[in-house]
């Protein structure tokens, strides 16, 4: 089981940001799931809505052999030789999914915003992620999805572009974030595993201030649902600042580095505080920096690229890297973007190594990222994925992963060396030596009292008889 790294709160996203329910009071940690709270997964949308806003345009991409900056980061070619995600399901809970030529063709999944049944998308937004996650190679094109051969499940809980009937017609209503909340998200969760789904991205969230507290206490019963019991990746993006507006610390306060940072948390955001239950994923820049506009927190567990975004078009047989904005272009960006290459990732993963259950395909790619230097914090979390090394890097287990201490005899001691023999010899070399030397001045003295003396002048040395002396 995946083990919480701190204890909290907190969870917050994309472009789609889901209305909230009535607040209940903030604690310390997201609560405990209650699986008595688990909601009825039937689709369909809990007020009678309509559509209040023209549908959402994107602007066309032109395609080439260029591989997009977001697929050039993640390298999912390096792993196709060995997986393309083939037999898995990624069930896409968002704005629906769009018809394209380069997708799968989707499985209804259900509509909990109209009468429809998940395979239509005003918002574009739902479309645009089933394309990071499992758009095919085309000829001539640098784009793909990250797992080409993985299924998707389409259904729709929230739209921008549709609202309550019964709140009226006004001015604030028409320009109100839409529909869809945590309780069709909960009800999403639940109908999305009960179809079989393998993996589940979330690129929405409910965002609340840690002080006002959020009612998610179905959305947390379903995501342990998805993955306690039907053993579902559940994949969610991180939040971003313009819709989770008051943000949370970014890094560890240096004047309390062992403190929790649960405990200064400002917004929180669901499902991705549910972290024990959820795979939760930050943005990074295409030099790998964090992304300004992705909230942080004690939740986030890792990053994928969310700027450079290319997908597939929902309005024609394209990409598109743009929206149509009042202003001009606006990129397609944020945590949103970057959960569905993480999804794709799961997708691999689970088709490479299909023995591995839910919670040990989020540890192996929590394992197998590119960790910062101080191994994890609440911007990128354990770091930025690497799908090939989740895919097929041999990790130990993690009994294994720091081996027991072990006894270690201590050396033998090495006994002194025995210099008998050598003392022996300098012994003798030195008696030798002084008889030498006594021997040497004993002869000495011996010669000198040999010596012959010498005789006075005009006398001779000869003694009488003696013969004649050379003159």
């Known amino acids: 089981m995946r083990s919480r790294r701190r204890a909290g709160i907190v969870l917050a996203l994309t472009a ?13 940690a997201p609560p405990a799931p209650d699986p008595g709270l688990l909601p009825d997964g039937t689709p369909g949308a809990p007020e009678p809505t309509e559509q209040r806003a023209l549908c959402t345009a994107v602007q ?40 394209h030529p ?27 992620v089933a394309g990071l996650i499992a758009a095919r190679p085309a000829d001539g094109s640098g784009f793909a999805g990250g797992a080409p051969e993985a299924g998707l499940i389409a259904i729709r809980q929230s739209s921008r572009n549709f609202s309550d009937r019964s709140s009226g017609d006004d001015e604030a209503t028409r320009n109100s974030t839409g529909y869809g909340d945590v309780r ?40 342990q649902y998805a993955t306690d019991v039907k053993d579902v990746v559940v994949v969610a993006a991180g939040g971003n600042t313009d819709t989770c507006r008051a943000s949370n610390p970014g890094g560890v306060d240096p004047l309390h580095p062992a403190a929790d940072p649960w405990d200064s948390v400002v917004t929180v955001a669901s499902p991705a505080w549910y972290d024990d239950y959820v795979l939760t994923v930050g943005s990074v820049e295409p030099d790998g ?26 309005a024609s047989d394209g990409l598109t890297a743009a929206y149509v904005g009042t202003d001009g272009p606006v990129p397609i960006a944020g945590t949103s973007f970057a959960a569905p290459l993480v999804a794709a990732t799961a ?8 023995e591995l259950d839910a ?10 990222a590119h960790a910062p230097a101080e191994g994890w914090n609440p911007r990128v979390g354990h770091g930025v994925v690497d799908p090939l090394a989740a895919v097929g890097a041999p990790l130990p287990t993690r009994d294994d992963a720091i081996p027991p ?67």
């Open 60 to 99: 066309p991409f032109p395609d080439g052999p260029q591989v997009p900056v977001a697929q050039q980061t993640m390298d999912f070619a390096a792993v196709w030789p060995l997986t393309r995600g083939a037999g898995q399901l990624v069930a896409v809970i968002d704005t629906g999914v769009a018809p």
């Open 184 to 223: 069709t998200l909960a009800a999403a969760v639940r109908r999305a595993a009960d179809l079989g789904a393998t993996v589940i991205n979330i690129s929405e969230v409910a965002c609340a201030l840690a002080s006002d507290g959020l009612a998610d206490g179905a959305l947390g019963a379903a995501v």
């Open 102 to 128: 380069r997708l799968p063709e989707p499985i209804a999944g259900g509509d909990y915003v109209s009468d429809g049944d998940g395979r239509s998308d005003c918002d574009a937004h739902g479309t645009l």
């Open 289 to 314: 920096s964090p992304s300004p506009f992705a909230l942080p927190g004690p939740w986030v567990d890792v990053a994928a690229p969310g700027s450079g975004i290319v997908s597939v078009d929902p």
């Open 347 to 354: 997708a691999l993963v689970r088709a490479y190594r299909p």
């Open 16 to 28: 789609t940001v889901m209305t909230t329910c009535a607040a209940v009071p903030a604690t310390a």
């Open 359 to 368: 919670r040990a395909v989020m540890d192996r790619i929590e394992r197998t």
């Open 405 to 471: 201490p072990r006894v270690i005899a201590a050396p033998t001691p090495i006994p002194p060396p025995d210099n008998t023999s050598r003392n022996v010899a300098w012994i003798a070399s030195a008696v030798v030596s002084g008889l030498l030397v006594v021997a040497a001045l004993g002869a000495a003295v011996a010669r000198r009292r040999v010596r012959p003396r010498a005789h006075p002048p005009g006398t001779s040395g000869a003694g009488p008889g003696s013969g004649s002396m050379p003159s």
